[in-house]
Antibody, heavy 125, light 106 residues
Framework: QVTLRESGPALVRPTQTLTLTCDFS??????????VSWIRQPPGQALEWLAL???????YYSTSLKTRLTLSKDTSKNQVVLTMTNMDPVDTATYYC?????????????????WGRGTLVTVSS | DIQMTQSPSSVSASVGDTVNISCRTS??????LAWYQQKPGTAPKLLIY???NLQRGVPSRFRGSGFGTDFTLTITSLQPDDFATYYC?????????FGGGTKVDI
């Protein structure tokens, strides 16, 4: 059974750094083709893909946020950590982590097949 | 970045109706498109991947089609459980961008 759970502060002050942790079970990030993504969703707005770390520890980031984002993984703990610097009220959102397997059979693509429940982060002074 | 444009942004429908949701991409992406369903207060759920392949457990009334830059999610015989917001996402090029969403309501 695949599960993911996000944890971190519910309230962050402007200019602070946000650190979110994704604890997962039911799969391993050391398995070839396995990845974990972070996605966020401001209240009432659309989904925004933020970042992905793959089984080989390659990391990929949103173009607009890449200077502020850092991903790390701890395979032994089944954990992925996202940090976002210089938080602003516009970063108020529900942050999701999600399993994102890379399929490379006849073609190559990702799917986001299991999601955590998300954690709401509010940025306010 | 590949831009994703969904239309309409919202649609009103009734149980039993057929609904079509469009997703257009700013670049040719072959069939590398997924569709997700999201209900209020819950995480999105994968419905379709590679434009037309149904995720395991998803009812066959959901159908995806398209190739290149134009894609469609069709929901036939709309059920009460289908009233939700739907998102497309391109699934091959980083960043893995989402569309703006289409809300299907009664």
């Amino acid at each position: 059974q695949v599960t993911l759970r996000e944890s971190g502060p519910a309230l962050v002050r402007p200019t602070q750094t946000l650190t979110l942790t994704c604890d997962f079970s039911g799969f391993s990030l050391s398995t070839s083709g396995m990845c974990v993504s972070w996605i966020r969703q401001p209240p009432g707005q659309a989904l925004e893909w933020l970042a992905l770390v793959d089984w080989d520890d390659e990391k990929y980031y949103s173009t607009s946020l890449k200077t502020r984002l850092t991903l790390s993984k701890d395979t032994s703990k089944n954990q992925v950590v996202l940090t976002m610097t210089n938080m602003d009220p516009v970063d108020t959102a529900t942050y999701y982590c999600a399993r994102t397997p890379y399929h490379f059979d006849t073609t190559a693509y990702f799917t986001i097949d299991y999601w955590g429940r998300g954690t709401l982060v509010t940025v306010s002074s | 970045d590949i831009q994703m444009t969904q239309s309409p942004s919202s649609v009103s429908a009734s149980v039993g109706d057929t609904v079509n949701i469009s997703c257009r991409t700013s670049q040719h992406i072959n069939s590398w498109l997924a569709w997700y369903q999201q209900k209020p207060g819950t995480a999105p759920k994968l419905l379709i991947y590679t434009a037309s392949n149904l995720q395991r457990g998803v009812p066959s009334r959901f159908r995806g089609s398209g190739f290149g830059t134009d894609f469609t999610l069709t929901i036939t015989s709309l059920q009460p459980d289908d009233f939700a917001t739907y998102y497309c996402q391109q699934i091959n090029n980083f960043p893995l961008t989402f569309g703006g969403g289409t809300k299907v309501d009664i």
